[in-house]
């Protein structure tokens, strides 16, 4: 995706962005009585009984305001909600609904429609004939909002809630899986030296990769004739020191410019490029539901059950199914020992004492191992992990003993 269609993607995310075009189309709705209004008959118009408009509206622009004003308060509250018993880096998601923006979006719109249209009416800029096509109008209007208002009736009975937002993340992960160039590796973790000699390209700022613009490094590739490695992937942490690209081919100014704009660095991470910030989010709404003040080990089971269905999808991904291959562009493979450490090590050690917990975990693992047989090993260090933290926390000899036989029996079947 290139950087401009990135930009315009974010736009589109941001929430003054639905309710403007609404407006915008309201304000356009309500003067089209203005322009055309000479096109119907005062016959018609008499019969239609286009009068009454000018209540439709007063009654439109009082409960409008109100319906608006309770909306925005039950989306900041839902904000607030996730913010302090959730965790603060799933509320982007939240904001980034749709449904919620579609439905402040309409109701200010409709509220600014009959603002308009009640001004119009009373310096006579419609006529007669005119109010025909404002009362359409309002009618079209009184229908788009009673569509929405009973989505967002049902929308907002779960809208921000725990399991709400787990299903938001996971969604979101299992989509920037999706836009994956490469595959995970397995097996000890490596780092590719860059060659001496090789041009290093560094990025001025400081922060995280939000995104990548992958075509234009690779129409950069194609005009020095050579191959561009990339160092950094969206979520890691650069700063000047921090080589982000390299190529053993030498550059000019112009193309090593070009590089590092292809890299979008801001302060916060996102979602789209990133599942391994997927999984971080999970593992922070599980470890916060095991918690002393919350101590809700379903929902702890519920993100560990979320997070396996996202790193098998990660274990699933084809990269070369995806229709936009950018040859010249070399994409380094991440290392899934540390996807595994991300999900499971910290509910591992804030659930050590939760028997159910660490079951559902040693079964988790074992299906992804069936799934890969390359990751058996990443998947059974990370279960002997999880099982040592727990036999040192579970109270009962019988639980730790259940849980050791569970994963006995999980390992000889690993081991087959």
């Not at 915008?24 to 009984?49: D, N, P, R, T």
């Not at 408009?53 to 004003?69: E, K, R």
């Not at 995280?208 to 490695?229: M, N, S, Y």
Request: aromatic content about 6%; hydrophobic content about 45%.
């Amino acid at each position: 995706m290139k950087r401009w269609q990135w930009a315009v993607r974010l736009l589109t995310r941001c929430m003054w962005f639905r309710a403007t075009l609404f407006c915008l189309f309201a304000v356009g709705l309500a003067m089209v009585g203005a322009l055309l209004g000479h096109m119907i008959s005062y016959e018609f118009a008499a019969k239609v009984g286009a009068k009454s408009v000018d209540n439709i509206l007063n009654v439109l622009a009082s409960s409008m305001l109100a319906v608006t004003t309770f909306s925005l308060t039950a989306m900041v509250s839902a904000y607030a909600g996730a913010t302090s018993n959730i965790t603060p880096r799933a509320v982007q998601l939240l904001v980034d609904d749709t449904t919620a923006q579609n439905a402040l979006a309409t109701f200010l719109g409709s509220f600014l429609f009959a603002v308009v249209g009640i001004i119009a009416l009373s310096t006579g800029l419609y006529g007669e004939t005119g109010r025909v096509i404002l009362f359409a109008g309002t009618i079209l209007v009184i229908a788009l909002i009673i569509v929405t208002f009973l989505r967002w009736i049902e929308h907002i009975t779960r809208f921000g809630r725990v399991g709400d937002t787990i299903e938001r993340v996971e969604r979101a992960a299992t989509q920037a899986v999706r836009a994956m160039a490469q595959r995970p590796r397995f097996g000890e973790k490596e780092r590719r030296a860059v060659p001496s000699g090789a041009t290093c390209i560094h990025h001025n700022g400081i922060g995280r990769i939000t995104h990548v613009d992958t075509p234009q490094l690779a129409e950069v590739a194609k005009e020095i004739g050579g191959e561009i490695t990339l160092s950094a992937l969206p979520g890691t942490f650069v700063d000047p020191a921090r080589v982000i690209a390299w190529t053993t081919v030498r550059l000019d100014d112009r193309q090593m410019r070009r590089i590092r704009e292809a890299f979008t660095v801001s302060n916060n991470r996102a979602f789209d490029h990133d599942p391994r910030f997927g999984l971080v989010v999970l593992s922070e709404i599980g470890s916060r539901a095991l918690s002393p003040a919350v101590n809700d080990p379903g929902t702890a089971i519920a993100v560990l059950e979320a997070g396996t269905r996202v790193l098998a999808a990660i274990l699933s991904h084809d990269p070369e199914e995806r229709d936009d291959p950018f040859p010249g562009v070399h994409v380094p493979a991440f290392a899934f020992s540390d996807l595994l450490e991300d999900l499971y090590r910290p509910l591992a050690r804030d659930g050590a004492g939760t028997v159910e917990l660490g079951i559902r975990l040693q079964k988790s693992l074992a299906a992804l191992a069936a799934i890969e047989p390359q990751a058996r090993q990443d998947c059974m260090f990370e279960a002997a992990d999880a099982l040592a933290r727990a036999q040192s926390q579970l109270a009962s000899p019988t639980d730790a003993d259940r849980l050791r036989t569970v994963h006995d029996r999980i390992k000889q079947h690993a081991d087959r």
